[in-house]
């Protein structure tokens, strides 16, 4: 959420910040001044209601001593009436102020200062690549979903048939690299000095407003009938960032680092004709995910520490991979700064995003009341957020069927996963 001080005290500065977002958060960001000038105005005018109401207090107080009940009861008469003045603008302002919370959790975090201006994915900038691990094939490469099926490990029809499309039903091997996978990731990342998290999958519409999924984000929830109504996690930063919502922690507490495995379910409305085939844009998938909690100083670093930690699982898996940095037109709501991580797919002769790490500064916490108290106990203020996929489960086992498969039909294990699977080969 945008820091109305910092709106009210630099409304340029926002307003060019905004601009790198897209010419539609202009208009809305217009209507957020438009409201925040009427509710201050009101405001302003129920202080000097009460400035009067306080004026006749006094008149009846002296009218009362000087024993003049007519003028006494006059100037109750008076009170009475500026009493109900104050209460009735009171009703009027708390519905303004309600409308501008509205406008304001419609707005997206404005980038941060080092985030190069653009429209689109076309902007983004290679700020890094390991392609030490990209194989020359004797043999024409698959894509992940022909070699799953082949081997038996992956099975489209079956789940179609149980839930639809954009779902997967992974049998026998299959089923074991998505737990081993898994596993390893969790692993690798408590070892990195992360706590490890089992949080609810269904979590309440507060807790999707915390971290900006709602109101904005409804139509590709899945929300399901109960009351109150309750929400199936898109990813784990949902119920993690949200552990501390309208707590103040100790700033000898911060950094908190937690890691996550959950399954995430997304409707990806809109996508349609996008990646049908495979596991790349489902429904439902498997996910390990990083937060942190910090302190606003160390936020910047902490970015850069999450980032190397999500490559730490693309370097033991020996796979190439490349990392954007996100321009201002492509990153996601919340975040004020994004690195995609990109894995190499030859079967399919692209790369494809397996991870983003961001940082929300102090977005999300403003949503959820999260601040933390110096040492000194003078100060308090709001933590800054950060979160990234350590990784994505399903896009990591195909970017494995991809770049280990072999011209016999079988997939060699990465080395990092041989303990996990007890087998070195997945074959027919």
């Keep these: 959420m945008l820091d109305l001080k910092l709106l009210r005290a630099n409304p340029e500065g926002v307003k060019a910040a905004v601009a790198g977002r897209g010419e539609k958060y202009l208009g809305l960001l217009g209507e957020i001044f438009a409201k925040d000038a009427v509710y201050r105005a009101a405001l302003a005018e129920i202080e000097e209601l009460r400035s009067r109401r306080n004026e006749v207090s006094k008149k009846i107080q002296v009218a009362k001593a000087a024993g003049d009940e007519g003028a006494a009861g006059a100037a109750m008469a008076q009170a009475n009436a500026a009493k109900e003045a104050v209460k009735a603008r009171e009703d009027g302002t708390a519905a303004l102020e309600k409308e501008l919370n509205a406008l304001l959790l419609g707005m997206p975090n404005p980038p941060h200062e080092s985030v190069a201006r653009g429209g689109g994915p076309e902007d983004n900038k290679v700020v890094f690549e390991d392609l030490s691990n990209k194989r020359e094939f004797a043999f024409k490469a698959l894509d992940h979903h022909a070699v799953g099926e082949t081997l038996g490990i992956l099975d489209f029809a079956t789940a179609?048939?149980?839930?639809?499309?954009r779902f997967a039903l992974l049998r026998g091997a299959g089923a074991r690299l998505e737990r081993s996978i898994t596993q390893f990731m969790l692993d690798v990342q408590t070892g990195n000095g992360y706590t490890e998290i089992f949080p609810p999958f269904l979590v309440t519409a507060e807790t999707m407003t915390g971290t900006g999924q709602l109101p904005k984000f409804e139509e590709d929830l899945y929300k399901v009938a109960s009351e109150p109504p309750l929400y199936l996690i898109p990813t784990a930063e949902v119920p993690l960032t949200n552990m501390y919502r309208g707590d103040i922690l100790k700033e000898e507490e911060l950094p908190l680092r937690f890691t996550a495995y959950t399954a995430c379910f997304r409707q990806e409305a809109g996508t349609y004709g996008k990646d049908?085939?495979?596991?790349?844009?489902n429904h439902q998938f498997n996910k390990v995910e990083l937060v942190w909690l910090s302190r606003p100083e160390d936020s910047m670093a902490a970015l850069e520490k999450m980032r190397?930690?999500?490559?730490?699982?693309?370097?033991?898996?020996k796979l190439?991979?490349?990392?954007?940095?996100?321009c201002t037109g492509d990153m996601g709501f919340s975040s004020a700064k994004t690195y995609d991580l990109e894995v190499w797919m030859p079967g399919e002769g692209k790369f494809?995003?397996?991870s983003s790490v961001s940082n929300c500064r102090d977005f999300q916490a403003r949503r959820m009341n999260t601040r933390f108290k110096r040492a000194d106990g003078k100060k308090t203020e709001f933590i800054h957020t950060l979160n990234g996929s350590g990784l994505a489960v399903g896009r990591t086992f195909a970017a494995i069927l991809e770049n280990y498969q072999q011209a016999d039909g079988s997939v060699v294990v990465p080395e990092a996963l041989e303990r996990y699977m007890e087998v070195d080969r997945i074959t027919l």
């Design 320 to 326: 190439p991979y490349r990392v954007l940095e996100l």
């Design 276 to 281: 049908a085939r495979g596991l790349i844009r």
């Design 308 to 317: 190397c930690d999500a490559e730490k699982i693309l370097k033991l898996l």
């Design 160 to 165: 179609t048939k149980l839930s639809g499309s």
């Design 352 to 354: 494809r995003e397996i």
